[in-house]
Nanobody, 119 residues
Framework: QVQLVESGGGLVQAGGSLRLSCAAS????????MGWFRQAPGKDREFVAY????????SYAESVKGRFTISRDNAKNTIHLQMNSLKPEDTAVYYC????????????WGQGTQVTVST
């Protein structure tokens, strides 16, 4: 099993920045990818970004390209999501996920962290 704990959410004004972190623990050698998803009120959960380190892949949703950056700290089994130029439409609960491959499924999920962007 792998446990994921997110941190770094909060309230920010439009145009501002936030940095989310997700720390993995447990059987971390069984995972090859970690990513971020988000769910806004009344909407489906959507993909934000992933890093698939064994394949050397990083991918972003079109809506966040150029504004968000995902990174990985190998030594700490942690990923970060640097979010710049935030917009009100970025408001959502952000979830960290982990698995074997982003092209198959994510097997582990965090509990989520709220990001609220005010106008």
């Amino acid at each position: 099993q792998v446990q994921l704990v997110e941190s770094g959410g909060g309230l920010v004004q439009a145009g501002g920045s936030l940095r989310l972190s997700c720390a993995a623990s447990g059987h971390t050698l069984t995972i090859n990818t970690m990513g971020w998803f988000r769910q806004a009120p009344g909407k489906d959960r959507e993909f934000v970004a992933y890093v698939y380190w064994t394949a050397g892949e990083i991918s972003y949703a079109e809506s966040v390209k150029g504004r968000f950056t995902i990174s990985r700290d190998n030594a700490k089994n942690t990923i970060h999501l640097q979010m710049n130029s935030l917009k009100p439409e970025d408001t959502a609960v952000y979830y960290c996920a982990a698995g074997i491959s982003p092209h198959i499924s994510y097997d582990y999920w965090g509990q989520g962290t709220q990001v609220t962007v005010s106008t």
